[in-house]
């Protein structure tokens, strides 16, 4: 009898537990309680003709159709920027090339120019050199300081020192700072 009892028990607990689920569930109405204890088998709810499965599948055909579409338009639109990336490419390539091509020929012409600056200088040194000492010290003031610097440079020590003395201090002060800094 023991036996009994619990056997009772535990179905009497999973009776009370499956009406407290549907309870929670909201599932427990006089239809689910007629189906729970109904020898019948249940109604299986008919599906409308609009959600059949061939509507589903013309849906799914449809989306997919359009999907593909607008694949095939970005594909175009990628290749259309791609083709113009490479454009931009050789462009710019040609660009490059064109101011290697410049800069090249830019410091050929100021090589040419400091040769033909240098040669100046040096026939400008060549001829204060021949002249007197008060003469050669007029002609260098009346250069600009940094030609004047590099034209001393080119005339020999003793000669130098005698136009530099044969100038104002002020001028030999400018002209001797601009030797010691060259290029300032």
Same mark, same amino acid.
């Given at each position: 009898?023991? $036996? #009994?009892? /619990?056997? %009772?028990? =535990?179905?009497?607990? #999973?009776? =009370?537990?499956?009406? !407290?689920?549907?309870? %929670?569930? !909201? ?26 499965? !061939?509507?589903?599948?013309?849906? &799914? ?16 639109? &990628?290749?259309? *920027?791609?083709?113009?990336? *490479? ?7 040609? $660009? ?13 012409? /100021?090589?040419?120019?400091? =040769? ?7 026939? /400008? ?25 590099? &034209?001393?440079?080119? /005339?020999? *020590?003793?000669?130098? =020192?005698?136009?530099?003395?044969? %100038? ?14 060259? !290029?300032?």
């Amino acid at each position: 009898m023991k $036996i #009994f009892v /619990i056997l %009772m028990t =535990g179905v009497l607990s #999973f009776f =009370g537990m499956l009406a !407290g689920l549907l309870a %929670m569930t !909201g599932n427990l109405s006089a239809d689910s309680m007629r189906t729970l204890v109904s020898s019948e088998p249940a109604k299986l709810p008919v599906v409308p003709a609009e959600t059949s499965e !061939g509507a589903d599948l013309d849906a &799914v055909a449809r989306a997919l159709k359009d999907r593909s579409d607008e694949l095939s338009k970005e594909k175009t639109s &990628v290749d259309e *920027e791609k083709k113009r990336v *490479e454009m931009a490419k050789k462009d710019l390539e040609a $660009i490059r090339n064109d101011a290697k091509k410049l800069l090249e020929q830019m410091e050929q012409s /100021i090589q040419a120019v400091q =040769g033909q600056s240098d040669v100046r200088i040096t026939e /400008i040194a060549n001829s204060i050199a021949q002249m007197k000492p008060n003469n050669a010290a007029t002609a260098l003031m009346k250069l600009e300081t940094d030609t004047a610097a590099k &034209v001393l440079m080119q /005339i020999d *020590e003793k000669k130098r =020192g005698k136009i530099l003395d044969a %100038m104002p201090q002020e001028d030999t002060n400018r002209l001797l700072s601009a030797i010691q800094q060259p !290029g300032k």
